[in-house]
């Protein structure tokens, strides 16, 4: 155990604070068991080493783990937490879980049989606690973590501390917003920046690798994570990649299932069953026609790929600026809102607002006869009653 806390020690002392994500403020760190997931690169292990250095420092009452440590070759969990409470531990953070065999399992116990002891773990978007052979999701606190926000971009470059808002305070007041932040930065030029890098919070540690970086990751989500929770072969999770490159080179993808599945050579079923591995893993977004009753194997009505970075970095050409505007938008409103596909517009938030996204020339046409009926419009800097500029919307998380 003492290679585990050498580590621990290191990692807490290279930890630096730039920049503080804002579910750090939300995280109720007092309860018992946390879990966190979320895709590869988002900042999970900085959000917990920060935590640790920020309320323990060197205190020895708190030890951070990743679990594909080595030590878990020859090791239980079970025996770390023993070990770990006898010498005065009280603060267990586990990272990469997932990684880990019946780590669900082990996890309860320690939490039934050392109530002494607190745990936060993260885990890969991939995990669901509902399914598992150990039910944690009525014991816990649970959270998803996602990329940056375009406010978050914005705080993190600008050294601002801009606040969340909701859709409805956007929808009223996104005029008076505009101009109280005016003098402040130039919303396009930062947006356009934000479109290109700001999702992943290394953005600045990879300047000049950073598209090789984020196809390392969508690898390594398919190859890991996806195969550890779902046990596809090799031959399965080319097929997957395979799906995912023809998603990526037409996005907004509408999906023919049956060409689809002769193009890919997989049926039906296992065709639907990938692109929900692919949503699950944050890898691509869905949009359904209705949230309500969405079967297992139900069709999607549009795929888009998670953030405008994968765009970037997985389209062969430059990626269409009608695809980056909905790609946006969506990626930002589904974090509290529901999303669903209409044939008026291009979303339905919470069965109550339309939004068509455009250009500063797109007007209300294809939105006639809808009611709450609104325009996210990109390239302007301020808008006026129901025409909302798109980057507005990055504030919603």
């Given amino acids: 155990m003492e290679t585990l806390i050498l580590k621990h020690l290191k990692k807490i002392a290279q930890v630096n604070f730039p920049f503080k994500r804002e579910i750090a403020e939300r995280i109720h760190w007092k309860e018992r068991i946390i879990g966190i997931k979320g895709q590869r690169g988002v900042g999970k292990t900085t959000l917990l080493l920060q935590q640790i ?29 023993e070990e770990f409470i006898a010498r005065g531990g009280k603060y267990l953070f586990l990272d990469e879980v997932h990684r880990y065999p019946n780590w669900t399992i082990e996890i309860k116990n320690i939490y039934d049989d050392f109530p002494e002891l607190n745990i936060v773990f993260t885990g890969s978007s991939m995990f669901h606690l509902n399914n598992s052979k150990a039910d944690l999701s009525r014991r816990m606190a649970y ?42 930065f130039k919303p396009i030029v930062l947006f356009q920046d934000y479109l290109k890098q700001g999702y992943f919070p290394f953005y600045n540690e990879y300047k000049m690798t950073f598209y090789q970086r984020i196809e390392e990751i969508i690898n390594t989500t398919i190859d890991i994570d ?47 069953t990938y692109i929900k591995h692919l949503e699950d893993s944050g890898i ?80 209300f046409k294809q939105l006639k006869g809808a009611s709450n009926a609104y325009i996210a419009v990109d390239n302007i800097d301020m808008g006026i009653d129901k025409k909302i500029p798109l980057w507005v919307l990055g504030f919603l998380y």
């Fill in 53 to 81: 250095r920020h309320n323990f420092n060197n205190d020895k009452s708190a030890l951070y783990v990743s679990l594909d440590d080595l030590y878990f070759s020859e090791h239980k969990l079970v025996e770390l937490a």
């Fill in 143 to 184: 959270y998803t973590m996602p990329g940056l926000s375009l406010r978050e971009y914005i705080n993190f470059s600008l050294n601002k501390t801009y606040t969340v808002m909701s859709l409805n305070e956007i929808i009223k007041s996104h005029t008076d917003f505009a101009l109280s932040i005016r003098n402040e």
């Fill in 226 to 272: 996806i195969m550890y929770s779902k046990g596809l072969n090799t031959a399965g999770l080319m097929k997957m990649k395979q799906l995912l490159y023809v998603i990526a080179q037409s996005v907004p993808f509408k999906p023919n299932i049956a060409k689809l599945s002769e193009r890919i050579g997989v049926n039906r079923n296992t065709l639907i």
């Fill in 284 to 363: 691509i977004n869905t949009l359904y026609a209705s949230i309500q009753g969405i079967g297992i194997l139900q069709k999607p009505e549009k795929i888009y790929l998670e953030n405008t970075c994968y765009n970037y970095a997985l389209c062969i050409k430059e990626p269409e600026a009608g695809t980056l505007r909905e790609t946006f938008f969506l990626s930002h409103l589904k974090q509290n809102n529901n999303v669903t596909y209409t044939d008026k517009g291009d979303f339905i938030i919470d069965d109550k607002y339309f939004f068509e996204v455009g250009g500063k020339n797109k007007g």
